[in-house]
Each structure stands twice: as structure tokens, then as C-alpha cells.
């Protein structure tokens, strides 16, 4: 089964640190360009990252940017997610994504995480 | 930054109606790069339609979508019980991606 689960998520207090991580199975993990998302409480989905399929090119929301870096190891397929100087506006469910076809940039996400609350308080 | 509008924000229908739901777009989106995905309580979203109006896999033939440029259009021909949920437009033919506010399809 294709499947993406998250891991990590918790509470934590303004200015502290959380590395999230998505582990991959049931596809070949290093193809696909994988995302985050992340959805406040009653509100909406906000993209916050990509990364390619080699790990070479990263790319952030303009909300997260400076504060948060994405990376993978693709021999362990696994995605994470380094969260630095968190508010308390970063609290959300955080999914990852898969892009929807290899080695593609612009696709939809086909497959989702069941995600991973983070609480800053 | 691409702004999505959807309208309704909530749409209350019956079994069996047709629901249209609507996206617009702030600016183009490029090569029609525009999603449509549904979300349930409690759980992550799932991928509908693609590519403005391909159907993603196992989505039944009662989702459609259409739509270029700035308008799109998510139609769901005759409504069962099962697709009462949020959906979420999103573009992905530009950086920051970005998705709509959502339309809340819930039953009359």
C-alpha cells in the first residue's frame, strides 16, 4: 500500500525547536517531489514547503522562510520537516504530500499523510 | 501570489441534487494547473480532479471538473450521502502554491 505517515508533532513552547517526519512506503520514495502542508484548527490548507526528488532544491512559504528547513533521506525514505523559532500561529495539523507523477515539479498531491498536530502555547 | 476564491463558502443540498462549486483565480493559472480535493473530518485531504478536469484514480464519474484561466467549476452531477465534506481548490503552476478558503457542502 502507498502510504505517507507522519511523526513528531507535540507541544511546545514560542521560540523552541521540532523536527517532524514523514516516513514513505509502497513507492519509490526518491522520484517524487514531496511537500508539507499545514492546516490550523477550523481553518483552511496553507502550503509551507517543497523539496525535489534529490533533496537539491527546497522551497518555502514566505511565512516559514528562515524559520523552517525541509530535507529527505531518500536511502531511509524519509521526509522531515526542522521547525526553528515556532509562534504560536504556526500551530496546525502538518501533512505531507506527494506529487502526484515522478519527477515532476508542478503536480497535484495524490497522496497524504494523516498528519501530525503541533501546538505552540 | 495566485489568490483562490471558492464560492459558495456553504452549500446545503440533498442526496441526489447537483452541486457547483466555484474557484477564481487572482491571476492565470498557468497550463491549468488547478486541483480539486475533498476533506472529511478528522481526516487528510484526498485528491478529486487534477489538471483543471482529469479525475484522479478511483474517483467515481459524478465528480467533474472544468475551467481555464481564472474560472474553474467543480461539479458533482448527482449527490450521495458519502460526498457531504470541505473541498479545497488549489494551483500549482506557480510558487507559493496556494489553495482557496474552501467550500463547506453540507445537507439540507
Known amino acids: 500500500e502507498v502510504q505517507l505517515v507522519e511523526s513528531g508533532g507535540g507541544l511546545v513552547q514560542p521560540g523552541g525547536s521540532l523536527r517532524l517526519s514523514c516516513t514513505a512506503s509502497?513507492?519509490?520514495?526518491?522520484?517524487?517531489?514531496l511537500h508539507w502542508v499545514r492546516q490550523a484548527p477550523g481553518k483552511g490548507l496553507v502550503w509551507v514547503s517543497l523539496i525535489n526528488s534529490d533533496g537539491s532544491s527546497p522551497s518555502y512559504a514566505d511565512s516559514v522562510k528562515g524559520r523552517f528547513t525541509i530535507s529527505r533521506d531518500n536511502a531511509e525514505n524519509t521526509l522531515y520537516l526542522h521547525m526553528n523559532s515556532l509562534r504560536a500561529e504556526d500551530t496546525a495539523v502538518y501533512y505531507c504530500?506527494?506529487?502526484?507523477?515522478?519527477?515532476?515539479?508542478?503536480?497535484?498531491?495524490?497522496?497524504w499523510g494523516q498528519g501530525t498536530m503541533v501546538t505552540v502555547s | 501570489e495566485i489568490v483562490l476564491r471558492q464560492s459558495p463558502g456553504t452549500l446545503s443540498l440533498s442526496p441526489g441534487e447537483r452541486a457547483t462549486l466555484s474557484c477564481r483565480a487572482s491571476?492565470?493559472?498557468?497550463?491549468?494547473?488547478l486541483a480539486w480535493y475533498q476533506q472529511k473530518p478528522g481526516q487528510a485531504p484526498r485528491l478529486l480532479i487534477y489538471g483543471a478536469s482529469s479525475r484522479a484514480a478511483g474517483i467515481p464519474d459524478r465528480f467533474s471538473g472544468s475551467g481555464s484561466g481564472t474560472d474553474f467549476t467543480l461539479t458533482i452531477s448527482r449527490l450521495e450521502p458519502e460526498d457531504f465534506a470541505v473541498f479545497y481548490c488549489?494551483?500549482?503552476?506557480?510558487?507559493?502554491?496556494?489553495f482557496g478558503q474552501g467550500t463547506k457542502l453540507e445537507i439540507k
Open positions: 491571476q492565470s493559472v498557468s497550463s491549468g494547473y
Open positions: 509502497g513507492f519509490t520514495f526518491s522520484y517524487y517531489w
Open positions: 504530500a506527494r506529487g502526484r507523477r515522478a519527477y515532476t515539479i508542478q503536480d497535484a498531491f495524490d497522496i
Open positions: 488549489h494551483q500549482y503552476g506557480s510558487s507559493p502554491y496556494t
